[in-house]
């Protein structure tokens, strides 16, 4: 195994995403620059949703599919985490069923599936932690282009634009989507809350 | 709060993974780059024809695990003679055996384990597969220092004392470990082994080849690498009980470094699990590794070997297979 020359390999860690895979194309090993950027941030997005677990395994077959579509990805883009989590979203979506039913069993008894054995809730989270069960069942309702939408911006912290591209779909889209379930959140939790959904109205 | 900042909240005490979760990822990942740039490359050179004979006079050694001396053998042995050409070990190194006990050896070096006290009972089960005959699972207990052992029979339990052979004038760890083989020995020389991936080979060399062969079950014919393969794989098998993470990682760095070592994902072990198979004999010889963990869950050895036309290690029969299913700290022999 050859090492590349000094300078090349100082290189990398200056390039963006686009850079990184293009070269990948030539050199297939530097795509593993791709993993170590993202990995984490993909596994945690998966874990939050299915479970530590299941999000070792899918979290290999993000960057599995990545790989073997690296060149199709579109150099324009400097960011690859809207790519990757569209891989993610679409994996994740093959264990839909998997998913609600970890949220109604939240829902229905106040124990999380996938969180279970994390250290206890910060103080600072009891308001969050007293509608955990309505906000289980709201997400279990909504359809699954909904409840990506809105987790991709909710856990992922991506904008409207990039969760746009990682579900490939146009940018009004998802603000329609992402109105729906908020809506549809509001509804389940009802007047559990009426100071903070008042904020909310007179935005 | 808004039900979007409501929604943020949930889960929200999911941290980012630890470098051993991702391990297992990066490992696939520099597995299926590998294959593409092996691919890319064309097929590696050297293919070596393996012609079988069994040799009807050669003793074979077996783990005796039903009663308890589990940790007093560690057995790898041939049944075939290997074919009258040497084998070649590829002439690159394979990229994806040496990302794969790369990740292995940061995974583990992670990992603390206290040493047990001298007196504390292990449980193991085991499953034993040779070639036409029937699988056998083993249950047996042991105690650290290895004086006591206990196996059942028909639900009766028998505790034995063994006697622990004198180290004799070698008392260098290695040395004690292999005049008696327990979970203690074996961990006290993973311990006493440098850290340095060349001084480590270094010294392994030279003790496989000074000491006697008896009390060290490696294949007749081997070559000095498989040879000092073996040792290692049998080594880090018998400290199944404890062995210092930071000993482990040192032993799969210093196997990353082995002409010809190559790995195979997943290797159905004795019981079917699927393992990351490492051998540096292009597959006769495998030591049997967790996919996420890491930790030694087998030993196996097959009629098959080399690169063939670049189709990887050969699909040769498999002669003998040994899994390790369990290991527990328990409070006495007979509990599980």
Not at chain 2, 152 to 158: E, F, H, I, R
Not at chain 2, 253 to 260: E, F, I, L, V
């Amino acid at each position: 195994m050859t090492a590349p020359p000094r300078n090349d390999m100082d290189a990398e860690q200056d390039l963006d995403d686009a850079a990184l895979i293009e070269r990948s194309w030539r050199d297939a090993e530097v795509f593993a620059g791709i993993y170590d950027r993202h990995a984490g941030h993909i596994h945690r997005y998966i874990a939050r949703r299915l479970g530590p677990e299941p999000a070792d395994d899918l979290v290999a077959e993000t960057f599995l599919a990545a790989f073997r579509r690296r060149r199709s990805y579109d150099p324009d883009r400097s960011d690859a985490r809207p790519w990757l989590y569209g891989i993610a979203a679409n994996l994740i979506g093959k264990h839909r069923r998997a998913e609600v039913r970890m949220l109604r069993a939240l829902a229905r008894t106040g124990v999380d599936p996938v969180s279970e054995g994390h250290a206890e809730l910060a103080e600072s989270r009891v308001a969050a932690h007293s509608v955990r069960r309505e906000l289980a069942a709201a997400l279990a309702r909504l359809s699954a282009g909904d409840r990506d939408v809105l987790l991709l911006i909710a856990w992922a912290d991506l904008s409207y634009e990039e969760t746009a591209a990682a579900l490939r779909i146009p940018v009004g889209t998802v603000r329609s989507r992402l109105n729906r379930a908020r809506r549809k959140v509001r509804a389940e939790l009802g007047g559990q809350d009426p100071t903070s959904l008042r904020e909310e109205f007179s935005r | 709060m808004s039900e979007l900042d409501l929604v943020r909240e949930l889960r929200a005490e999911s941290g980012l993974p630890g470098p051993e979760r991702l391990a297992s990822g990066r490992a696939r990942l520099s597995a299926a780059i590998a294959e593409e740039t092996e691919r890319a490359a064309g097929s590696p050179q050297g293919a070596v024809s393996l012609r079988v004979r069994s040799v009807g006079g050669t003793p074979r050694k077996r783990l005796t695990i039903g009663v308890g001396l589990l940790a007093t053998a560690a057995v790898v042995a041939v049944l075939a003679e290997p074919a009258k050409a040497p084998l070649s070990p590829p002439k690159t190194r394979d990229t994806a055996a040496v990302q794969l006990l790369d990740a292995a050896s940061v995974t583990v070096a992670a990992k603390t384990s206290k040493e047990p006290g001298s007196l504390q009972w292990i449980y193991t089960r085991s499953v034993d597969r040779e070639q036409e005959q029937p699988t056998q699972a083993y249950d047996g207990w042991i105690t650290f220092d290895g004086s006591r052992t206990a196996y059942l029979q028909n639900d009766k339990l028998t505790v034995n004392r063994e006697n622990t052979l004198p180290a004799g004038s070698n008392t260098s760890p290695l040395g004690r470990y292999d005049a008696n083989t327990t979970p203690e020995t074996a961990y006290n020389a993973l311990a006493s082994l440098p850290s340095d991936p060349k001084a480590l080979l270094a010294e392994i060399s030279r003790h496989v080849s000074s000491a006697p062969q008896t009390g060290i079950f490696v294949s007749a014919s081997a070559n000095e690498s498989t040879k000092e393969f073996e040792y290692l794989a049998q080594l880090i098998w018998n400290a199944y009980a404890a062995a210092p993470g930071t000993a482990l990682a040192a032993v799969f760095k210093t196997m990353a470094a082995m002409p010809g070592i190559t790995v195979e994902q997943g290797v159905p072990d004795a019981v079917g699990r699927p393992s990351v198979a490492v051998s540096p004999d292009g597959g006769r010889t495998e030591l049997l590794l967790d996919p996420a963990t890491y930790q030694v869950v087998g030993l196996r050895t097959t009629s098959g070997g080399v690169n063939q036309g670049g189709a990887g290690p050969g699909t040769g029969a498999v002669l003998y297979s040994l899994a390790l299913v369990q290991v527990t700290m328990v409070s006495g022999p007979g509990r599980k």
